[in-house]
T-cell receptor
Framework: DAKTTQPNSMESNEEEPVHLPCNHSTISGTDYIHWYRQLPSQGPEYVIHGLTSNVNNRMASLAIAEDRKSSTLILHRATLRDAAVYYC???????????FGKGTHLIIQP | DTAVSQTPKYLVTQMGNDKSIKCEQNLGHDTMYWYKQDSKKFLKIMFSYNNKELIINETVPNRFSPKSPDKAHLNLHINSLELGDSAVYFCASEVRGQETQYFGPGTRLLVL
């Protein structure tokens, strides 16, 4: 599976936007870019995914670079509840399961 | 209603015992997975089942055996438990090809 690189941790203030970066320079043409998050003591939760175009949903936005070698998850207005580990994952669409890296530990300050 | 549920939530047992963890999804998905999250918080895929057929088995000891009585259930049976099996086990389900997995709340297994 293609690998992703994320910062170990990031800190932000409540009610401010958060931009979580992910590098995936070895992404293949059929890989989707997925974001999941894991709140403390809970199972991972789907956030968003995309292939080439930027994507928006009720939780977040996903900005994908034109060359697809990097992407950014955008939380428009962070709340304390958004404190979690965020995982950027590449998946090709088969039933191979997801390969989780270390993720980014997002800390939200009140 | 809980989409993906697991029982038990906590499981404390002795080395050498045999135990099972149950997983049920009410989403009508055709693919289910088991993941293991160790003490360092790394999440790793263990198994996936698609329409009751095992698709992958990631270098998991054969003491672990997934059993799927029907499309909505994927149970994990573990024989001869070892200390290193202590971890959190997550079940997940997906409509194959739709790229979104739904995870259960996890089962925290502690082997003493």
């Amino acid at each position: 599976d293609a690998k992703t690189t994320q910062p170990n941790s990031m800190e932000s203030n409540e009610e401010e936007p958060v931009h979580l970066p992910c590098n995936h320079s070895t992404i293949s043409g059929t890989d989707y870019i997925h974001w999941y998050r894991q709140l403390p003591s809970q199972g991972p939760e789907y956030v968003i995914h995309g292939l080439t175009s930027n994507v928006n949903n009720r939780m977040a936005s996903l900005a994908i670079a034109e060359d697809r070698k990097s992407s950014t998850l955008i939380l428009h207005r962070a709340t304390l509840r958004d404190a979690a580990v965020y995982y950027c994952i590449l998946a090709g669409g088969g039933a191979d399961g997801l390969t989780f890296g270390k993720g980014t530990h997002l800390i939200i300050q009140p | 209603d809980t989409a993906v549920s697991q029982t038990p939530k906590y499981l404390v047992t002795q080395m050498g015992n045999d135990k099972s963890i149950k997983c049920e999804q009410n989403l009508g998905h055709d693919t289910m997975y088991w993941y293991k999250q160790d003490s360092k918080k790394f999440l790793k895929i263990m198994f996936s089942y698609n329409n009751k057929e095992l698709i992958i088995n990631e270098t998991v000891p054969n003491r672990f055996s997934p059993k799927s009585p029907d499309k909505a259930h994927l149970n994990l049976h573990i024989n001869s438990l070892e200390l290193g099996d202590s971890a959190v086990y997550f079940c997940a389900s997906e409509v194959r090809g739709q790229e979104t997995q739904y995870f259960g709340p996890g089962t925290r297994l502690l082997v003493l």
